[in-house]
């Protein structure tokens, strides 16, 4: 008598080894089954990272960095971008625009920042004119944490585009303009830096309490485009796209089961004039 397996003449999976697809799939799989690549990529879920700072948080040397960046970006997990501040530095990434990539992190069980302990959430960008504002408003919809934002040197006014921005999606920014970082930052805050330039000078050097970031607050750095740099609606729109990713990835944790498929955050009205 033979058995029912005998009589599929043609298995789904004949001829499947070797393939591109499945190839690549090893490949990606392979890179995160080494410990040090496992901690970049544990890192680049809760912010972005320049190879000096991985070097010096990691305890290796930057050669033996350097490879395990290039095995990782073979794989396409990440890339690396230019600062938009020193433009000698380079930052890297996570490719959260494949959803390969995010599927893959999520299922290696890659967490977001731990949240316990924090008292407020303060959102930094050089003038605090639009990404750092726009991002505390979001967070208040993702969170019960507190959040404000400051800038390094903030301008008196908001950005105009941020402010029709704002009024697209429902956003509250009364109360998000004209802070000092140096005057408002506390003991308990969780400061993320929403630019590059604005990282760079909170955090110069490797050790904590080099920059304007006191050594008592936590820091992270969100490498988010400038808008203002193309200065358009759709520019600020995919800015803000970005900041609402990020937030509802690091906001996880504050309140179960909240994503930012289901945060109330208003769909934006139509540009008119």
Known sequence: ?????????????????????????????????????????????????????????????????????????????????????????????????????????????????GLEGVGRVVFVCTRNSARSPLAAAAWRRFSPIPSCSAGIRPDPVLHPRALGLARRHGLDLKDLGHHRIVDIVRPGDLVIAVCDSAH?????????????????????????????????????ETTFAEILRRIGRAAAGSVPRRTVENVPISRPRPVTG
Not at 208 to 234: F, K, M
Request: glycine share 8%.
């Open 1 to 113: 008598m033979r058995h029912v397996r005998d009589q599929i003449s043609s298995p789904w999976w004949a001829g499947a080894l070797p393939t591109d697809d499945l190839a690549h799939r090893a490949n990606r799989h392979a890179a995160l089954g080494e410990p040090v690549r496992l901690a970049i990529i544990d890192r680049l879920v809760v912010e972005d990272a320049s190879p000096g700072e991985f070097s010096n948080a990691l305890g290796i040397p930057t050669n033996l960095l350097a490879h395990h960046l290039k095995v990782l970006s073979g794989a396409g997990l990440i890339r690396k971008e230019r600062s938009e501040g020193d433009r000698r530095r380079w930052y890297v990434r996570l490719r959260w625009e494949d959803p390969e990539t995010t599927s893959l992190v999520t299922a290696s069980g890659c967490r977001g920042p």
């Open 200 to 236: 760079e000078e909170l955090c110069p050097g490797p050790e904590p309490g080099e920059g304007l970031c006191p050594p008592y607050a936590r820091h992270l750095h969100w490498a988010v485009p400038d808008p203002a740099r193309q200065d358009t609606d759709e520019a600020f």
